[in-house]
Each structure stands twice: as structure tokens, then as C-alpha cells.
Nanobody
Framework: QGQLVESGGGLVQPGGSLRLRCTASGMFLSFLNMGWYRQAPGKQREFVADITPGGQTNYAMSVQGRFTISRNFTKNSVLLEMNRLNSEDTAVYYC?????????WGQGTQVTVSS
């Protein structure tokens, strides 16, 4: 069974940056569509960004130009570089692997943007 573990969350001031990492065990992320999602308190989980095996990326309009999704092949992981963070980015961030027959989700990492 493949597993995903997110890391890199924390408390950051408005305008600051964070880098989230999603590391896999039991599966090779290079061959999979990978995505980042987030869920703010009282809200539904929403799409943030994804990346195809070929490197094509897509972003939610709310993060376009501020967030960057990428792969680290040597560490079998997917990164989410987040810049110019604001309070609306506060959420639990989840990583998802699309295995076609099913999705695998990580447990999430908390990102809090506050002064």
C-alpha cells in the first residue's frame, strides 16, 4: 500500500513563504498525476495545484503566480512552494496521488498565516 506524508507546514506572517513537501513510500510519484489540495475551517476541500508525469501544471486562480508545484525525483516527492501568503491561505494542505483506480491522500499539514 502506498502512503503519502506531507511536511513543511507551520505559522508564517502575511507576505511570507513556505515550502511543503509530499513524500511517498510504496509508489513512484514520477509516474503519477499529483495534486495539492487544502481545507480551511468550515469549508470544503479545494484544489490548489497539480502536476502531470510530463510536468504540465495547473493552479487554482487564487494561488496562480504565488504557488509553484514541482517534483523532486531523487527524493520521490512533490513540492509546493508558496509565496506571498495571506490569511486566506490558512488551511490544512493535503497531497493526493492519482492511481487511476483510486486516490491516495496524505494526512495533511497545517499552514497558518497570521501576524
Amino acid at each position: 500500500q502506498g502512503q503519502l506524508v506531507e511536511s513543511g507546514g507551520g505559522l508564517v506572517q502575511p507576505g511570507g513563504s513556505l515550502r511543503l513537501r509530499c513524500t511517498a513510500s510504496g509508489m513512484f510519484l514520477s509516474f503519477l498525476n499529483m495534486g495539492w489540495y487544502r481545507q480551511a475551517p468550515g469549508k470544503q476541500r479545494e484544489f490548489v495545484a497539480d502536476i502531470t508525469p510530463g510536468g504540465q501544471t495547473n493552479y487554482a486562480m487564487s494561488v496562480q503566480g504565488r504557488f509553484t508545484i514541482s517534483r523532486n525525483f531523487t527524493k520521490n516527492s512533490v513540492l509546493l512552494e508558496m509565496n506571498r501568503l495571506n490569511s486566506e491561505d490558512t488551511a490544512v494542505y493535503y497531497c493526493k496521488a492519482d492511481l487511476r483506480v483510486r486516490d491516495v491522500w496524505g494526512q495533511g499539514t497545517q499552514v497558518t498565516v497570521s501576524s
